[in-house]
T-cell receptor
């Protein structure tokens, strides 16, 4: 079945460091891909999305590119801030379906 | 704001009790979803409504779980005879449209259920 595998956390970085959180998926056809973020004490929020191969989603300095050939959607940011500390979830929507399938989440802590 | 709201935010139930969790979606949103999130895990799909019709309930873990959305707006997730393994955060999400593609799901804050 459809699944998402994320880089295990927790991840701890210093402010202004480069961030990569790996995400790979298994799905038939052409799923849509998402990154959601959960800040402390808040609900899940959509961070960025991509709906077809080679699309790049971007928001708040974060980027991820839909790579069909490697079934990946890695999240990157060039210079992280303390305020980026949160739990990040990679997710897919299977082609033709409505539900989201989530990875297990990666907790990110940025130290000043 | 007019986001997705859920109540109660926290619920403690003794094993064997029935519970009812409420979700108020964003006004006008056609689609409504329920997810279960165990501690340290990602959300897992439970069920999906398009207006009042429950179109997918493939994620409901047992027949103790029941969801309804009788008027196509507010939804209730009911768990009968709660078990300890039901302890989790229950998330509700809504989206404006029901078509496929990247229709954004907006999530509520969740209800944390603890079964003792």
């Amino acid at each position: 079945g459809d699944s998402v595998t994320q880089m295990e956390g927790p991840v701890t970085l210093s402010e202004e460091a480069f961030l990569t959180i790996n995400c790979t998926y298994t799905a038939t056809g052409y799923p849509s891909l998402f990154w959601y973020v959960q800040y402390p004490g808040e609900g899940l929020q959509l961070l960025l999305k991509a709906t077809k191969a080679d699309d790049k989603g971007s928001n708040k300095g974060f980027e991820a590119t839909y790579r069909k050939e490697t079934t990946s959607f890695h999240l990157e940011k060039g210079s992280v801030q303390v305020s980026d500390s949160a739990v990040y979830f990679c997710a897919l929507r299977p082609q033709g379906a409505q539900k989201l399938v989530f990875g297990q989440g990666t907790r990110l802590t940025i130290n000043p | 704001g007019a986001g997705v709201s859920q109540s109660p935010r926290y619920k403690v139930a003794k094993r064997g009790q029935d519970v009812a969790l409420r979700c108020d979606p964003i006004s006008g949103h056609v689609s409504l979803f329920w997810y279960q999130q165990a501690l340290g895990q990602g959300p897992e799909f439970l069920t999906y409504f398009q207006n009042e019709a429950q179109l997918d309930k493939s994620g409901l873990p047992s027949d103790r779980f029941f969801a309804e959305r009788p008027e196509g707006s507010v939804s209730t997730l009911k768990i009968q005879r709660t078990q300890q393994e039901d302890s989790a955060v229950y998330l509700c999400a809504s989206s404006l449209r029901s078509g496929t593609g990247a229709n954004e799901q907006y999530f509520g804050p969740g209800t944390r259920l603890t079964v003792t």
